[in-house]
């Protein structure tokens, strides 16, 4: 008689079963610095008002499955050219999802730089694709001639850059990237998670007036803009690869709530951009401070947080993890990955006086 484990390993399939969930450790009472979140809340009266438009929302209803007016209000905060289409998707998980699972034929590759957003080689395994991924150079930039000989050698169906870069924070050499979009035979995805801290973006060069590139999409999240909890992803590009990619989305995936919000969110982006210029600020001052510490390493960011290695004798990444999260403060523990992040901590730029906790128990962690 099979059980059910012999059913499970009769059809699930063996790179499924071969995975790990994706985990998300709880964070319980602790400073959380774990997850690159925006670490403010919005003034009250605009809480009460955002409350005062949900009032009215229908939930017997299926929302809008296409919503024009959500994807317009997004595409002039984000900079679309007015020439381009934009898809929305449930965070940009879904959306390269969605990439991936029109792309995939048997043989066909994505291919990334390594280290970077763990969702790439995820995704692949996902649908079936083979994931190519070439390492970062010593100093965590794009290593351009081993990205163009993997791209000559494997002819991927899509390449995605983190631009930052996540975990390490840093933008790659923007001619470099342009370098890669021209070697490519199918679709490269600039994926710019961080573009609020980033000050640099790849979404002027959608416009067809430029000229240059058929084969550039950009992708956009409102995560780290202060809402990561509505789960809204944006990609930016060309009508003939979003129609495509649009036949793939499954109906009605953006909930009306997470609509509603998104608007009402955007109508108020002052605040939402003053709470970015603080989080810039901020970044540089943790960045000082971490730079006048000893026993550790840090690289400088052009995101919401910090990648710093660890560097004293007797002292390892683990270690430092496990003593900040006795203090009470929540951070990411990237050594596990090995490689280029062996002892190696990431840390979200949290408010002043999170900053100022962290600080202290990284002291107290490294004595």
Known sequence: ????????????RPEIRALSAYHVPDSGDVIKLDAMENPYNWPEAMVDEWLAVLRDVELNRYPDPSPDGLKEILGQAMGVPADMEVLLGNGSDELIQMIAMALAQP???ILAPEPSFVMYKMIATFTGMDYIGVPLAGDFDLDLPAML?????HQPASVFLAYPNNPTGNLFDRNAVKAIIDASPGLVVVDEAYHAFAGDSFMPELDVGSGKYENLVVMRTVSKMGLAGLRLGLLAGP????????????????????QKSAEFALAHRGVLDQQTQQIC?????????????????????RANFILFGVNKAGVTATGVFESLKAQGVLIKNLSPAGGVLQDCLRVTVGSPEQNEAFLSALINSLD
Not at 5 to 12: A, C, G, I, L, P
Not at 239 to 258: C, G, H
């Open 1 to 12: 008689m099979s059980t059910t484990n012999d059913k499970v390993t009769r059809w699930v």
């Open 107 to 109: 043989g066909r590759k």
């Open 149 to 153: 000989a993997a791209i000559e050698e």
């Open 239 to 258: 009508s003939a690869w979003l129609t495509e990619f649009d036949k793939v989305r499954l109906p009605y995936n953006i909930n009306v709530l997470t």
């Open 281 to 301: 600020e901020d970044r540089e001052k943790l960045m000082v401070a971490l730079e006048a510490m000893g026993g550790i390493k840090p690289l400088p960011s």
